[in-house]
């Protein structure tokens, strides 16, 4: 079965950086998205992109984060500042069609630790 | 309670025998799906269940919907250790496609 497939696994990174996560999405899909899973704490929306743009971000979605699909096959998260609340389990999906009508393909995760 | 909650939060049991999981929900929905996920690792879609439907099955897994009752339930049968982990139901809202809410999850522990 095709994959979602992410990258790094594992991130660390110091208060205040950058960093870009990278996800390569099925590769017919239309649909992306990345939520994150904070340790212990349920799997939250983080935002979904189509078409070239953001169809829908949380509140958690802030200015410090953005979305990228900087070619054919890549999605990328970048958070601007990191800080300490950052550090969560972050997971890219894709979908063929809208996530509302079809199921979601996640991948593995990026671990991020903010130090 | 909250969208998308599952309950128990924790289930033990032998291998062999039936587990059965519960999620409800409060606002109306497109459809409702199960996710598992193994410790530390990526979800797993397990189930897409629509709102129109009532039950679903896959292999020894079987889905119910109420949709008057906002709840949904997961069975799992002849449970095996390789079932151990946890199990979410997300919801994807009618105002709100493409937006998944997860629940916190059952952890289903099976002995064997």
């Known amino acids: 079965e095709p994959e979602v497939t992410q990258t790094p696994s594992h991130q660390v990174t110091q208060m205040g950086q950058e960093v870009i996560l990278r996800c390569v999405p099925i590769?017919?899909?239309?649909?992306f998205y990345w939520y994150r899973q904070i340790l212990g704490q349920k799997v939250e929306f983080l935002v979904s992109?189509?078409?070239?743009?953001?169809?829908?971000k949380s509140e958690i979605f802030d200015d410090q984060f953005s979305v990228e699909r900087p070619d054919g096959s890549n999605f990328t998260l970048k958070i601007r500042s990191t800080k300490l609340e950052d550090s969560a389990m972050y997971f890219c999906?894709?979908?063929?069609?809208?996530?509302?009508?079809?199921?979601?393909?996640f991948g593995s995760g990026t671990q991020l630790s903010v130090l | 309670s909250q969208q998308g909650e599952e309950d128990p939060q924790a289930l033990s049991i032998q291998e062999g025998e039936n587990a059965t999981m519960n999620c409800s929900y409060k606002?109306?929905?497109?459809?409702l799906q199960w996710y598992r996920q193994n410790s530390g690792r990526g979800l797993v879609h397990l189930i897409l269940?629509?709102?129109?439907?009532r039950e679903k099955h896959s292999g020894r897994l079987r889905v119910t919907l109420d949709t008057s009752k906002k709840s949904s339930s997961l069975l799992i049968t002849a449970s095996r250790a390789a079932d151990t982990a946890s199990y979410f139901c997300?919801?994807?809202?009618?105002?709100?496609?493409?937006?998944?809410?997860f629940g916190d999850g059952t952890t289903l522990t099976v002995k064997p």
């Open positions: 269940i629509r709102s129109n439907e």
């Open positions: 992109f189509y078409n070239n743009e953001i169809s829908e």
């Open positions: 590769s017919n899909h239309l649909y």
């Open positions: 997300a919801t994807d809202e009618r105002t709100n496609a493409g937006k998944s809410t």
């Open positions: 999906a894709s979908s063929e069609e809208a996530g509302g009508y079809e199921k979601l393909f």
């Open positions: 606002t109306s929905i497109n459809n």
